[in-house]
């Protein structure tokens, strides 16, 4: 064995340094400061987490992976509730299978942190936990709408019209 720190132990002392880090986030042109905890900061997810958010990192992380077949199965519990109710149920289900796993919903966070006494800084990627029910239930529910057939059709349809037109721009 090699005398270096565990993966735990780099987690806690990086998330001390977080903790004291002020970080910066851009709002609307407007800088606007944070201070983060270390409750609140996540350095890698698990395979298990959802990542939240629009991209190839997070539509292939292999949570979010699980959690898309997750939803396909049980999108057909959700087309027969009658009830929007019983369709919150569904959605509050899954929320509860991915959490029951040991996974969470995280939210992508740029921030920059000190590179040593010189000041200079680096850009680092930080996770923080969705926990606001109402935030996650449209998520999912999203996600019901966006697997179903009609909405594959749609995106099949965009493609096709997408490359038709770099065709068309080529010739």
């Not at 000190?114 to 239930?137: C, F, N, Q, S």
């Amino acid at each position: 064995k090699t005398n270096q720190p565990s993966k735990d132990t780099m987690m806690m002392e990086v998330n001390q340094a977080d903790r004291e880090s002020v970080l910066k986030t851009e709002q609307s042109g407007a800088s606007e400061t944070k201070a983060r905890t270390t409750e609140e900061v996540i350095l890698h997810p698990n395979p298990d987490d959802v990542l939240m958010g629009r991209g190839a990192p997070s539509t292939d992380f292999t949570g979010n992976l699980r959690f898309r077949e997750l939803v396909k199965e049980r999108r057909n519990d959700y087309v027969n509730a009658k009830r929007r109710k019983d369709k919150q149920g569904v959605a509050g289900e899954i929320i509860a299978t991915v959490k029951n796993r040991g996974g969470r919903f995280l939210q992508r966070i740029e921030t920059y942190r000190k590179t040593g006494p010189t000041g200079g800084t680096k850009k680092v990627t930080i996770w923080e936990p969705v926990e606001d029910r109402k935030t996650l239930l449209v998520k999912v529910k999203q996600l019901m709408r966006d697997v179903g057939p009609a909405a594959q059709e749609k995106r099949n349809l965009r493609r096709e019209i997408r490359r038709q037109r770099e065709l068309d721009a080529v010739a």
